[in-house]
């Protein structure tokens, strides 16, 4: 397995992949570019892409460098909550790791190397919205082992995006989020 950059070129493979792992129409064309655009800051791409030998992608880790970034998918955000300003706070857009490797331990390496690059570009935290009902409740437990805090619920935090979540089926999608932050100061 293999762990790099996004580039330009995997675009179209991470949108097929996108839609199998959290629902058809979650990331258009448009979205992807956009997300290529924003997560590059000084020459370092903080957005990563998992493939196979044969270059399929299994799994993404979108990350916006502070600066970059104005809110998550869906709405919901407690700056004064954070110990660092917004300014100085990465944003974890989202994680998808396929079904065939989950618990394997991609999704913490993907997101640790994530850190790494946004702690290159200057950030001192990074604050993500985790999914509550995801399977056996992975979405939180994993960023909890990488030491993010709970800051806030949302109910209903996705419900004005529209695409046919994988759990509800058909919009509006009815999940929670969690808001975490994570200081990067405290693991550097």
């Not at 004005?160 to 550097?188: F, G, I, W």
Request: glycine content about 10%.
């Amino acid at each position: 397995m293999i762990i790099k950059a996004l580039q330009r070129e995997d675009l179209a493979a991470v949108r097929v992949f996108t839609d199998s792992q959290i629902g058809a129409g979650y990331y258009s064309t448009f979205e992807l570019e956009d997300i290529l655009q924003r997560s590059e800051k000084n020459g370092v791409m903080c957005s990563l892409v998992l493939q196979n030998p044969d270059g399929q992608i299994l799994g993404v880790r979108f990350s916006y460098p502070p600066g970059q970034w104005e809110h998550g998918k869906g709405m919901g955000l407690e700056p004064q909550k954070w110990p660092h300003p917004m300014a100085e706070t990465a944003y974890f857009q989202s994680l998808f790791v396929s079904d065939s490797l989950r618990g394997q331990g991609w999704g913490g390496r993907l997101s640790r190397q994530a850190l790494e690059r946004l702690g290159e570009v200057g950030a001192r935290g990074a604050v993500c919205h985790s999914w509550k009902e995801s399977p056996h409740n992975s979405s939180t437990r994993y960023l909890l082992k990488l030491g993010f805090i709970s800051i806030a619920d949302y109910p209903l935090y996705w419900k004005d995006v529209h695409y046919n979540c994988t759990r509800c089926l058909k919009p509006p999608c009815q999940c929670t989020a969690v808001e975490m932050y994570l200081n990067l100061k405290r693991h550097s």
